[in-house]
């Protein structure tokens, strides 16, 4: 229902606000910035055109999650120099305003709150940096960035600004908070909220434009630099990396950004293989190789990315021949020092530090993938398992990280088990070039050696690692880390 209701100062086309709380709107026929004040409304000129993003939600949009209903009355679009994202305007069934964002699968939904609380000074905030939000609790930076607002559409909160900086924040079970210092000209204003995966998300959509949704629907891609035809990418992916010919692209426009050199290895869980893992049906969409250097040497390891329709995203790893599968953890939860990481009442020791690079990418990923990024990759462990924390000066993620047995992703992949004869002959010597398929070629003679070797090192695995130093399965010999994504 509308709060006000009256004309574009530009163009004369009916106009209307959905909330008493928004103080802007870009007007849906002509583009212009019209800022509502008591007196008058005001004209402040177009706002630049709205960039294609895979976004699944788009103004107009009602939706609901655990219990809550909301309206998407606005977006807008946000960039730190890696090319533009959406956060979307919406009033709640109470009457509260909030934002939504979508990123790595999930909702990240918070709602203003109003409670008197004093922030620290933004140039303070560094990831990790603990913030007490009074009666929401204690909450800890996991991004902080100064971001350009590049546009917007629909109703605004706010007279739209250039610059935004913010700080997002984890708390305990899941909570999720933004500080949002705006241009720094206004007080800051501070959002409290939660982290919904995207499939308990139930969406009405009346909105217009939702380039995701539409890509989505599509049944498949075509590279614009070799013409072959890839899987339509799922919701939230914005980088798609050919398998036909490596080269990387936008997901959503299909432009060509970025070329590579073939694979070192070959993926074990081919893309597009379906399985069940822990009751829930995965998709396996992406393939990553990643390098550390240690002692001089460049070490590499593989990672599969996830996808299922309830969860999201996850991770599966596999380090020196065994499989961990990676699940998202907040940060806040975590209490560490350099050698020591608390979590869930479980102590964790040091055992590895260092740079973690991605040399090469293959099918979809939800963030903006680049060959050559890096993040300062920590690993703490208990027993067999992985407590890893990935940092760069913006952003942190936390992982917990358990190992599976390859008899089970074999089973649940429908993977022949030979597949392993390639990943256990993983030849840290750089030049290696497996990347053609030629793993096949030792494959018959090499399959029950394979399957001998995985179940041997899965029992070394169990047996050794128990104590935490550890003489065999990955404790062995030089220590990887593992991969979160960073959120954007
Ligand atoms: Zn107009
Ligand atoms: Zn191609």
Sequence with gaps: MAVAQGQCPNCGAPMSFGAGASASQVCKFCRTVVVRTDR????LGKAADLANTPSTLAVGDRGSFKGKTFEVLGRVQLDYGRGPWDEFYVQFNDGQIGWLAEAQGNLYATQKVNDAIALPPPQSLGVDMPVNLGRYGMFKVVERRNARMLTAEGELPYTPSAQRFY????????AFATLDYNDGTKPPEIFVGMIVPLGEVKLNPRGGERPGAQKAALTELTCQN????LPAPKPGVERVACRHCNTISDSNTMQVLARQNAARQRPVIPLGAEGNLGGTQYINIGYV???AVVEGEQFFWQEYLLWSKTAGFRWLMLDEGNWLFVNPISAADVQCNEYQAMWHGRTFQLRNRNDARVEYVL??????VE?????????????NDVLSREKTT???TWSYCTPVAFAQ????FGVNPAAMATGFAYNPTPGYAGGDGGGGGAGGGMMTVGIIICVVLCVICIAANSDGSGGGGYSSGRRRQLVRRLRR
């Design 40 to 43: 008058d409304w005001k004209n």
């Design 167 to 174: 700080a997002d924040c984890h708390g305990a079970g899941g």
């Design 226 to 229: 070799c013409g072959g035809k």
């Design 289 to 291: 190789e990643r390098s």
């Design 363 to 368: 099918g979809e990923f939800y963030w903006k």
């Design 371 to 383: 060959v050559g990024e890096t993040v300062a990759a920590t690993d703490f462990i208990a027993g």
């Design 394 to 396: 913006d952003e942190i």
């Design 409 to 412: 992703i074999a089973h649940a």
